[in-house]
DNA sequence: TAATTTTGCATCGTGAACGATATAATTCAA
DNA sequence: TTGAATTATATCGTTCACGATGCAAAATTA
């Protein structure tokens, strides 16, 4: 078999799985609080600038809005955030915290911490984490086509 | 605002990103043959290890079984694979390749050439790569607690 | 201004992921 | 050997991802 067809030799697999097992290593801390990893995304996103349309919400998050519509609605019922149309563009959905939606802010203060240290190894520490940032920065700049 | 929550000092969506992005790359090249990427994985066991059971696969891919059976499901409705019972353990379902699933070894024989230049850049070369592999293993290696 | 194109969002269908649960076969222990 | 625990797989429900499509509002162009 040619060597290119092992799994172990495939960079897109290593990515694909570090990607999922980190994501589920957040579960039980975001979990606790009713929240996906998405949806903490999401909270990302507003808490750094609050009241955004979909379509920026999105773009920050390299998503489709056709990922993040259903994604913001569910967070809506869960009174998170709310949603109401643009008042210059009536296209947009502007996307608000709501009360709950800032608190959690609070309520999640040590997660990034704590995710952060779930990583830490041999390889990859504080002095190698900037070239490993730089890498995957290079491979998604490289491939966000749009 | 705590530099901890800000999205560009995260590395979990920076895997999640670039996961996603480089799984989009493999589409055009996989769907062509009717396939998707997590059923190419699949495919890349089986060509190194034909009639396995559904357990060794998901191993291998760090799966749980509650994902690769539907998934194994549809490749076998697409007459990629053949599901049979075990002769030893009637628990295990065992896993082959038909001709058609081997034949694929051929018309993909391309694609993990192609898929490596996609993500060729300053940073992540020939050289460079070693290093990134490392860290991404290393990475899976603290995750995985199973 | 009227017609056309573009944009922003929503909806639908399909295929993962994954927690939870169920079921049958095997193994282990009393 | 019988009963209990374990193992291998399957099923179910929910939430992404994402291609495809639809629709209304805005921007562009004739």
């Known amino acids: 078999m040619r060597p290119e067809f092992l799994l172990e030799n495939q960079l897109c697999f290593r990515l ?4 999922r097992l980190l994501t589920q290593a957040y579960h039980p801390l975001l979990s606790e609080h009713g929240l996906t990893y998405p949806q903490y995304l999401v ?11 979909v379509n920026d919400i999105a773009k920050r998050l390299y998503l489709e809005t056709n990922t993040v519509t259903p994604l913001i609605q569910r967070m809506e019922k869960e009174g998170i955030v709310t949603r109401s149309k643009g008042e210059k563009d009536a296209r947009q959905m502007i996307v608000r915290l709501t009360k709950k939606g800032w ?8 997660v990034p911490t ?3 240290n779930a990583v830490i190894c041999e ?3 504080t002095e190698t984490a900037p070239e490993l940032f730089k890498m995957l920065d290079d491979i998604i700049a490289k ?3 749009k």
């Open 16 to 19: 694909y799985t570090a990607s």
């Open 43 to 53: 909270l990302l996103v507003l808490w750094e600038k609050d009241a955004q349309p």
């Open 103 to 110: 608190d959690l802010q609070v309520e999640l203060v040590d």
């Open 114 to 116: 704590a995710m952060g």
């Open 123 to 125: 390889s990859v520490n």
């Open 143 to 145: 491939l966000k086509t």
